[in-house]
């Protein structure tokens, strides 16, 4: 069984940085993306920046210019590089490894990020 297992999260002040890094347990074929995603309470897990196969990545608007996405593809490591935080970037980040054929969602236990002073 997949297991996606992440790290990097904490207590930040506004302005700081933190890397988040999720490696899988073990190779995971076919993979068409790789992503993180935030969770606030209350609210629905959002994407924050996913890099596809072909190298291409999209972010959230508001990180754009502030994160920072990239993969060890030999490794099934993903990476989120922070920087400038703000208090609207606190929450749970789950990082995702999305297979297909058939088409199945793996996801991280969730790291904790918050941004306060």
């Known amino acids: 069984q997949v297991q996606l297992v992440e790290s990097g999260g904490g207590l930040v002040q506004p302005g700081g940085s933190l890397t988040l890094s999720c490696t899988g347990s073990t190779s995971i074929p076919r993979i068409y993306s790789v992503g993180w995603y935030r969770q606030v309470p209350g609210k629905q897990r959002e994407s924050v920046a996913i890099?596809?196969?072909?190298?291409?990545?999209n972010y959230a608007d508001p990180v754009k210019g502030r994160f920072t996405i990239s993969r060890e593809g030999a490794k099934n490591t993903v990476f989120l590089q922070m920087n400038s935080l703000k208090a609207d970037d606190t929450g749970v980040y789950y990082c995702n490894f999305r297979q297909i054929l058939p088409t199945i969602d793996y996801w991280g236990q969730g790291t904790q990020v918050t941004v306060s002073s």
């Open positions: 890099i596809s196969n072909d190298g291409s990545t």
